[in-house]
């Protein structure tokens, strides 16, 4: 069973762009939820989508959003890239958003010059 | 607030050494706990996941246990061994948080065992 895949792996950009990246998660899953890494902050919760609807949002700007296709698959959006976007962005996904496991994708490299 | 703390931040060890390492949470109305191993640059593999009415969780030479009353969760590594090195994390589902799939992490523990 193939698991969570995310693309692009690595990506540069610069401020005022936006970028869109990609999570497919494991084949029967319908939670996929997302997270930002840096090294200060550690891992934090940026927003979760079930069937196609976002059921959580962590306190993050508006400059970013999500949305989930009815494959399952999701898409965030970063608009107007700041400096401090820079970052390893993770997708995780379970087959129900309460008790499961979930598992993680391998990352987007987010670099932002 | 909720929070989820990991303590300390590094740590070294030699080859062979059985090594406990802790995962303190703040609020003891868990849903379930998770522990988790990063690679440098890589995502996260989930290692084990404890419900919140289960005491422990084993797999292969991981163990690890769940005490909600006094807010802590141990991960038991037996007989370290050199490519356990990496960065290990335990991350909290509280029940407030609804029919949702969030998780609060802690920073982290890096790992380091000498061969």
């Known amino acids: 069973k193939a698991g969570v895949t995310q693309t692009p792996r690595y990506l540069i950009k610069t401020r005022g762009q936006q970028v869109t990246l990609s999570c497919s998660p494991i084949s029967g899953h319908r939670s996929v939820s997302w997270y930002q890494q840096t090294p200060g902050q550690g891992l934090q919760f940026l927003f979760e989508?079930?069937?196609?609807?976002?059921?959580n949002k962590g306190n993050f700007p508006g400059r970013f959003s999500g949305r989930q296709f009815s494959n399952s698959r999701s898409e965030m959006n970063v608009s107007t890239l700041e400096l401090g976007d820079s970052a390893l962005y993770l997708c995780a996904s379970s087959f129900l958003a309460q008790d499961n496991e979930q598992f993680f994708g391998p990352g987007t490299r987010l670099t932002v010059l | 607030k909720q929070e989820v703390t990991q303590i300390p931040a590094a740590l070294s060890v030699p080859e062979g050494e059985n090594l406990v390492l802790n995962c303190s949470f703040t609020d003891s109305a868990i849903y379930n706990l998770q522990w988790f191993r990063q690679d440098p640059g890589k995502g996260l593999t989930s290692l084990l996941l404890i419900q919140s009415s289960q005491r422990e969780q084993t797999s292969g030479r991981l163990n690890a246990s769940l005490d909600k009353s006094s807010g802590r969760s141990t991960l038991y590594i037996a007989a370290s061994q050199p490519g356990d090195s990496a960065t290990y994390l335990c991350?909290?589902?509280?029940?407030?948080?609804?029919?949702?799939?969030?998780?609060?992490f802690g920073k982290g523990i890096t790992l380091s065992v000498r061969p």
């Open positions: 991350a909290v589902k509280w029940t407030n948080t609804g029919a949702n799939s969030k998780l609060t």
């Open positions: 989508y079930f069937s196609e609807t976002q059921r």
